[in-house]
Nanobody, 125 residues
Framework: QVQLVESGGGLVQAGGSLRLSCAAS????????MGWFRQAPGKEREFVAT??????????ANSVKGRFTISRDNAENTVYLYLQMNSLKPEDTAVYYC????????????????WGQGTQVTVSS
């Protein structure tokens, strides 16, 4: 059974930090590119960051570049994906989703095959 389970969301003041985690199991996700997306109320889901299967390369949305860091740990049966979020802003408020794609890294939601249920991040001003 494929599972992507996010955790680590919550309420934080502007300027604060949070670390999101995602545990992916049920497939050989160590061969998959993985990414973080977010969706604010009334808006479309948008790309945040992606990382190659090896973890050697990553890309970020301009809005989070320099503040967020994506990383991964390809453990034997479960891949752990992380998003370290620093200097948070109210506009970072959204539900954050992790996703896994069998293809190459991508900023497009359509390139990802598996999604988690999301974790809420709320940044107060």
């Amino acid at each position: 059974q494929v599972q992507l389970v996010e955790s680590g969301g919550g309420l934080v003041q502007a300027g604060g930090s949070l670390r999101l985690s995602c545990a992916a199991s049920g497939r050989t996700f160590s061969n998959y590119a993985m990414g973080w997306f977010r969706q604010a109320p009334g808006k479309e889901r948008e790309f945040v960051a992606t990382i190659t299967w090896s973890g050697r390369m990553s890309w970020y949305a301009n809005s989070v570049k320099g503040r967020f860091t994506i990383s991964r740990d390809n453990a034997e049966n479960t891949v752990y994906l992380y998003l370290q979020m620093n200097s948070l802003k109210p506009e970072d408020t959204a539900v954050y989703y992790c996703a896994a794609g069998a293809g190459d890294y991508s900023v497009s939601t359509s390139s990802y095959d598996y999604w988690g249920q999301g974790t809420q991040v709320t940044v107060s001003s």
